[in-house]
């Protein structure tokens, strides 16, 4: 899954972005308010981690013009501001889940796993499709009981389409899953990793929807 980071602390920012793409996810950060609100506009994240005390545009603002937008991504609150009205009044502006300031980076990814499975409609944190069980806590897989040993871009990729069964995810955002802002995107990048996830779990678990990507069939 990929995570927009708005967090002007660099020492915080640094150690955020290091604990969340060590649990799976790919991370872009920002630090100023206002350059997250172009970047939504463009190019819309899976998660937003959103720190309320940033320059430019406030998160308060930033997050009241994005739910103005009728965006549905889920957002969790990171702030100083421990009072509880501080807290009702970020729940009570759009945001999914709040996390004050210090917190552990577990708590973090864990939330961010909690976030992502309500938009999921699911409730269980293990998701299980034909045999084919997906641990994203300890991302860990395995399939008619026999542990499968991934790389983590498999697993993002893996981790997707599971999310989505019977839905055709296009090679251009299956790059937007593995790939941040800055980093280069090799040409085959994504046949090579599906290739593999083919050759470890079944031909048959992941199919070419042509014209349109891969898709995990329901």
Do not use: C
Request: proline residues 4%.
């Amino acid at each position: 899954m990929r995570v927009l980071l708005v967090e002007d602390d660099e020492l915080l920012g640094s150690g955020v972005v290091a604990g969340l793409e060590q649990s799976g996810y790919t991370v872009d950060w920002l630090r100023d308010g206002l350059q997250a609100m172009h970047a939504l506009a463009d190019d819309e994240p899976d998660l937003l981690v959103l720190d309320l005390g940033v320059p430019g545009k406030d998160g308060m603002q930033v997050l009241r013009e994005l739910r103005a937008s009728a965006s549905t991504l889920p957002v969790l609150v990171l702030t100083a501001r421990d009072t509880v009205e501080d807290r009702i009044a970020g729940l009570d502006a759009g945001a999914d889940d709040y996390l004050v300031k210090p917190f552990d980076l577990g708590e973090l990814s864990a939330r961010l796993r909690a976030i992502a499975r309500r938009r999921g409609g699911r409730a269980n944190p293990v998701i299980e499709h034909a045999g084919l069980v997906f641990d994203p806590a300890a991302r860990a897989v395995t399939v008619d009981g026999r542990s499968v040993l991934l790389s983590a871009r498999a697993l993002a990729i893996l981790e997707a389409l599971l999310e989505r069964p019977g839905i055709p995810l296009s090679r251009e955002r299956l790059e937007q899953i593995l790939y941040g802002w800055g980093e280069g995107v090799e040409s085959n990048a994504v046949e090579v990793h599906i290739h593999h996830l083919r050759k470890k779990l079944g031909k048959e678990r992941i199919r070419t929807i042509r014209g349109l990507g891969y898709m995990i069939p329901k």
